[in-house]
């Protein structure tokens, strides 16, 4: 199978929009974050309405969390005329915000 390089913005958009219908795959106080089938099942349901393999999925989709996660600590650390800068470079980070919450106690 040819290895995918990228996404296209539209099916980043639309994996951000599916994750975030299924809380049990970033909230780890959710009953079911540990449930390997459950979580499997809702990365094959989300590969096929995407049309794409659930590797497929769950890669995009940890890019696009370590990339929020990272430009978030950075933001967190600069100044804020340049925080604001950052945040508007990548066009994901405002869909992502709602991460926000999962990731403080980790950071």
Request: charged share 30%; net charge positive.
């Amino acid at each position: 199978m040819p290895r995918q390089s990228k996404h296209s913005n539209e099916l980043l958009e639309d994996l951000i929009i599916h994750v975030r219908a299924h809380s049990v795959l970033y909230d780890a106080s959710e009953a079911g974050h540990r449930d390997r089938v459950l979580i499997s099942n809702i990365w094959n349901s989300i590969a096929k309405v995407l049309k794409i393999t659930d590797e497929d999925c769950k890669k995009a989709w940890k890019n696009l969390r370590d990339t929020f996660s990272k430009l978030r600590r950075e933001n967190m650390h600069s100044i804020s005329g340049q925080a604001a800068k950052k945040k508007s470079k990548w066009s994901f980070y405002q869909q992502l915000t709602f991460l926000e919450k999962y990731l403080q106690e980790k950071e």
